[in-house]
């Protein structure tokens, strides 16, 4: 299924025929779609938050974007190391550490195989988004902005220390909330694998705006047996996982 057929779904077992046009366009519904897809991920621990975003990071390069991230587990990079192609692991550190070790402008540090990483803090408060004497018609690289994009709300970092001598693959392991669904051919994790429990939280968010009680514990009540089926996946997923003791 894609954005498309969920929408119509919706409508079907709702009746909101108000928010899509005549001819099946979005009207406001696909905002309530996504909502209830980032209400369920982040209510939910499922085996498909875990993923595995893979980016390039080029020679003299330190950061990563991390778009829709919620954390990250392991940090990999694969390329030439010592004169061979291979992959290390990164030692994650805090953004503190990062900023003590490594406290010159980052474009100025000594490029090497990257050692460390840490999540970076791309976004910047919202009083500085309109701050053109800051960062200038696009981001300016100075001591304490370096890396900074203004309006920067989808996108987690990573900060990789020292910069790159080469460019490498960098593989990131972590939970990762699923893409928004904008165009009408858009597909994700529950148009594909689980489309009813993505239909019946969108409804459970519509009742919820026309604070509607009994409404949302009914969609709740419909509800609750897909997530617990996706619940026990998640339980399997671990267990097969986890080396358990005889005795």
């Keep these: 299924m894609a954005l498309l057929d969920i929408r119509d779904l919706v409508v079907k077992h709702t009746g909101r025929v108000d928010l899509v046009n005549e001819d099946g366009s979005d009207n406001g519904l696909n905002v309530l779609i996504n909502a209830a897809q980032d209400m369920l991920e982040r209510n939910l621990a499922h085996p498909k938050l875990e993923r595995r975003h893979v980016a390039t ?3 003299n390069g330190y950061k990563v974007d991390l778009p829709r991230c919620i954390s990250i587990r392991e940090v990999w990079i ?7 192609v291979s992959r290390r692991q990164l030692d994650i550190k805090s953004y503190n550490w990062m900023r003590g070790n490594y406290a010159n402008a ?3 540090i000594t490029a090497a195989t ?6 970076s803090i791309n976004a910047v408060d919202d009083s ?28 987690a970092g990573l900060l990789i220390m020292p910069p790159a001598d080469v ?39 519509l009742e919820g705006l026309l604070r509607n ?35």
Excluded at 114 to 119: D, L
Aim: net charge negative; with cysteine.
């Design 78 to 84: 694969m390329g030439s190391i010592s004169g061979t």
């Design 57 to 59: 990071l080029a020679a």
């Design 128 to 155: 500085l988004h309109a701050a053109d004497s800051i960062f200038g018609a696009s981001p300016t690289i100075t001591v304490d902005v370096e890396g900074l994009t203004k309006e920067d709300y989808e996108y």
């Design 167 to 205: 460019s490498y693959t960098v593989t990131v392991i972590g939970d990762f909330l699923s893409k928004k669904l904008a165009l009408d051919t858009d597909i994700n994790y529950w148009t594909e694998r689980n489309p009813m429990p993505l239909v019946m939280a969108t409804a459970f968010v």
């Design 114 to 119: 990257p050692v460390y990483c840490c999540p």
């Design 106 to 108: 980052y474009s100025a």
């Design 213 to 247: 009680q009994a409404g949302m514990k009914a969609w709740e009540a419909a509800l609750q047996p897909h997530l617990d089926g996706l619940d026990k996946d998640s339980v399997a997923m671990m267990a097969d996982h986890t080396n358990l003791m005889e005795g």
